[in-house]
């Protein structure tokens, strides 16, 4: 059984920054966080394995994912208006894909917030 528990979400200032925290029982391989802005799709942020690490474009420079054993992170700096959303955590069995697509990720956190205000 596979659980996921973020921490970490706030409001910020633009240009601020805010580290999320995902908490992971069980086992998976593949992490990833994925966040979902009003009225918007849930989109991939990013993922990590043992094999490395992917971005999306939106995030790249700004945003750094890292483990540390049953905890996952993601490191916000630089956070812009557009990066308010409600993010969550996910994971899967197997290794991640180069693409981040919510359909590979079965287990999924219940999601904290980030506000971010210009």
């Known amino acids: 059984q596979v659980e996921l528990v973020e921490s970490g979400g706030g409001s910020v200032q633009a240009g601020g920054s805010l580290r999320l925290s995902c908490e992971l029982s069980g086992y998976a391989y593949c992490m990833g966080w994925f966040r979902q802005a009003p009225g918007k799709e849930r989109e991939g942020v990013s993922s990590?394995?043992?094999?490395g690490t992917t971005y999306a474009d939106s995030v790249k420079g700004r945003f750094t994912i890292s483990q540390d054993s049953a905890k996952k992170y993601l490191q916000m700096n630089s956070l812009q208006p557009e990066d308010t959303a409600m993010y969550y955590c996910?994971?899967?069995?197997?290794?991640?894909?180069?693409?981040?697509?919510?359909?590979?990720?079965?287990?999924w956190g219940q999601g904290t917030q980030v506000t971010v205000s210009s």
């Open positions: 996910a994971a899967r069995g197997g290794y991640c894909r180069p693409y981040l697509a919510e359909g590979d990720f079965g287990y």
């Open positions: 990590i394995d043992r094999r």
